[in-house]
């Protein structure tokens, strides 16, 4: 889809590498000196979870400026349904073109997407001050909880949007993060030599 000045269109595998490299400068030192979500998505594409329908990127001027995708998970429901929903990313923006509202173009693009496959929520982990402009709202007050979270603590970050409006209406459970997105310290060390070498910096606002 061509939306004025940039194409949204589906990834292919010879744009694998240059998106991990986009995705690796997005977030490099953003969460903690260096970054390991371009080993993450490397991984995630051949999870049996990840939805290759939803792996989209943004191109503009024949360059790849933004990236989204989604996987498959579940709520496990405290009366024992399983509840199945979509979680997402990463996502990520060229740095230079940060806080231009291509994040929120390619995001809220491809939650239509997932809209029109039938897909009935989103949830993950995420900051509702970008989130919550293209209707994501707190997990908690759909009554869904992060897995591994005590009871008490601040789950501020675990965010969810009804794609079908109700989807969650009956529900109270716990969310699992699918597995693929582990990944080893020492894996993402090995992979991260195949690009430019790039300084890893402690900065403020980092949280691991
Ligand atoms: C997060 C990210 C995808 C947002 O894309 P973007 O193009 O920069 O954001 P947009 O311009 O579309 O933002 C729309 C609005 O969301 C809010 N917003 C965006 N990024 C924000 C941030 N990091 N913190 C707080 N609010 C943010 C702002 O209100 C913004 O409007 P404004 O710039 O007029 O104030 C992009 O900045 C990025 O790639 N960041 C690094 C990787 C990352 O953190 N990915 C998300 C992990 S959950």
């Known amino acids: 889809m061509n939306t004025n000045d940039v194409i949204m269109r589906l990834e292919k ?33 051949d999870d049996p979870a990840f939805i290759k329908e939803l792996d989209y ?3 503009k001027d024949g360059i790849l400026i933004g990236q989204n995708m989604f996987m498959r998970t579940i709520i496990e429901a405290d009366d024992g349904r399983i509840i199945p929903v979509l979680t997402m990313g990463p996502i990520g923006i060229t ?9 929120k173009r390619i995001l809220d693009y491809t939650l239509e997407k997932a809209t029109a496959m039938g897909y009935g929520a989103v949830l993950f982990e995420g900051n509702i001050d970008f989130y919550g402009k293209s209707g994501f709202d707190y997990a908690s007050k759909f009554g869904i909880r992060y897995h591994d979270l005590p009871e008490g ?7 969810c949007k009804e794609l079908v409006p109700g989807y969650l209406n009956d529900v109270t459970g716990v969310y699992q993060t699918p597995k693929g997105y582990y990944v080893d310290d020492s894996d993402v060390e090995e992979f991260d030599k195949f690009f430019p070498p790039k300084q890893k910096l402690k900065l403020p606002g980092q949280i691991f």
């Open 13 to 45: 595998k010879e744009d694998y590498r240059e998106v991990e490299n986009l995705i690796r400068e997005s977030f490099w030192n953003v969460y903690r000196p260096g970054c390991s979500e371009h080993y993450v998505i490397h991984v995630l594409r």
């Open 57 to 59: 990127v943004m191109e």
């Open 153 to 159: 603590s601040d789950a501020s970050f675990f965010l």
């Open 95 to 103: 740095p230079d073109l940060k806080r231009r509202g291509y994040g």
